[in-house]
């Protein structure tokens, strides 16, 4: 693994990092290009598997899906998963899941930070309701 430098190097030369398409300070593209490697066909592919299981990459690779699409997700969880085992081969770092509700809670935490900052732009205050259940009977 030391023929690459860097883990970027490392998904740049598997063709999954996004491309830098710029001219005059404006971004043109940022389409990955094409590849036959196959080290690159077999990230995409276990990218993909990764629809159904419950560990982190799971959660983030659904949430990618379902904001960009299936396959820019693939590409972007493709990329991750190279970094991560360019880590794991180059430094003898372990994977350690942490599993998908943390990382639900992570997401969830940036988000609730970020409404709360954008309301306070505005001149607004955030107040947390308590929790109400819709199984929950309202008296009659």
């Given at each position: 693994m030391?023929?690459?430098?860097?883990?970027?190097?490392?998904?740049?030369?598997?063709?999954?990092?996004?491309?830098?398409n710029?001219?005059?300070?404006?971004?043109?593209?940022?389409?990955?290009?094409?590849?036959?490697?196959?080290v690159?066909?077999?990230?995409?592919?276990?990218?993909?598997?990764?629809?159904?299981?419950?560990?982190?990459?799971?959660?983030?690779?659904?949430r990618?899906?379902?904001?960009?699409?299936?396959?820019?997700?693939?590409?972007?969880?493709?990329?991750?998963?190279?970094?991560?085992?360019?880590?794991?081969l180059?430094?003898?770092?372990?994977?350690?899941?942490?599993?998908?509700?943390?990382?639900?809670?992570?997401?969830?935490?940036?988000?609730?930070?970020?409404?709360?900052?954008?309301?306070?732009?505005?001149?607004?205050?955030?107040?947390?309701?308590?929790?109400?259940?819709?199984?929950?009977?309202?008296?009659?």
């Amino acid at each position: 693994m030391t023929r690459w430098p860097t883990e970027k190097h490392f998904a740049s030369w598997l063709s999954l990092s996004p491309g830098s398409n710029t001219s005059g300070g404006r971004k043109i593209s940022g389409r990955t290009k094409a590849s036959a490697n196959r080290v690159a066909a077999a990230r995409r592919l276990a990218a993909s598997s990764l629809y159904h299981s419950k560990s982190a990459l799971g959660a983030f690779h659904r949430r990618l899906k379902a904001r960009l699409g299936a396959p820019k997700a693939f590409t972007v969880t493709a990329h991750k998963l190279a970094r991560l085992i360019y880590r794991m081969l180059r430094f003898g770092t372990e994977y350690v899941d942490r599993g998908q509700d943390y990382c639900e809670r992570r997401y969830q935490s940036r988000v609730v930070s970020t409404l709360v900052r954008r309301a306070q732009e505005l001149g607004y205050t955030l107040i947390k309701t308590e929790d109400v259940s819709p199984t929950a009977s309202s008296p009659a």
